[in-house]
């Protein structure tokens, strides 16, 4: 089974602060996502990286940055946290192309910036 | 815009019972339709997947949801829930053929009376 791992499982972070949201991938999958879940609300897209040095900029990109320094790795970034965003990260790894069947989830990242 | 949506925050049924789950669509084009489900502390995991053709598709775990293009609508349904069901309840549309940038509902909270 295909395996996305986060850490931390959860953070609290100051406002102001610098957040680093890691993502680790041994599905030797080419495509990354971080996607953010929001209480009463679906999941939107931050970034997203299709090779390793490249990423691109989802939905919600404002306020994060992220970071794929290899196939396995991604990143988010958060430079100066703010109380808006306290959320649930998830990091997701898919296949290429159309062919692809699913996205894998890892568990999660619970943040909560006071 | 192409957005999901899913009425209903919370359903509650008895363990046994049918089950329908509703989501609604709108999408520019031709939609590739999914149900993502979460178990409690998991990430997401694929329950099944729309391509177009047949719009009854099959899943996992006894689930099948029903493609109706003038209803704009991908419904869940399954004939007889257990609790293991008990988790939340995704619908996403993919806004392209890279199917890792979905458009997600903002979901359905599941609960099983014994």
């Known amino acids: 089974e295909a395996a996305v791992t986060q850490s931390p499982r959860s953070k609290v972070a100051v406002t102001g602060g610098k957040v680093t949201l890691s993502c680790h991938q041994t599905?030797?999958?080419?495509?990354m996502y971080w996607y953010r879940q929001d209480t009463g609300h679906g999941l939107r897209l931050i970034h997203y990286?299709?090779?390793?040095?490249?990423?691109e900029k989802g939905d919600i990109p404002d306020g994060y940055k992220a970071s794929r320094p290899s196939q396995e790795n991604f990143s988010l970034i958060l430079e100066l946290a703010s109380l808006s965003q306290t959320a649930v990260y998830f990091c997701?790894?898919?296949?290429?192309?159309?062919?692809?069947?699913?996205?894998?989830f890892g568990h999660g990242t619970k943040l909560s910036v006071l | 815009a192409q957005s999901v949506t899913q009425p209903d925050a919370r359903v509650t049924v008895s363990e046994g019972a049918s089950l329908q789950l509703r989501c609604k669509y709108s999408y520019f084009g031709t939609p590739y339709l999914f149900w993502y489900v979460q178990y409690p502390r998991q990430g997401l995991q694929l329950l099944l997947k729309?391509?177009?053709?047949?719009?009854v598709v099959q899943g996992v775990n006894g689930f099948e949801a029903e493609f109706s293009k003038s209803n704009s609508s991908f419904h869940l349904r399954k004939a007889s829930v257990h609790w293991s069901d008990w988790a939340v309840y995704f619908c996403a549309v993919s806004m392209d053929y890279n199917q890792g940038k979905l458009i997600f509902g903002q979901g359905t909270k599941l609960s099983i009376k014994p």
């Open positions: 990286s299709y090779v390793a040095d490249s990423t």
């Open positions: 997701a790894s898919s296949d290429a192309g159309f062919s692809n069947e699913r996205l894998f």
């Open positions: 599905n030797n999958h080419d495509y």
């Open positions: 729309y391509y177009p053709g047949d719009p």
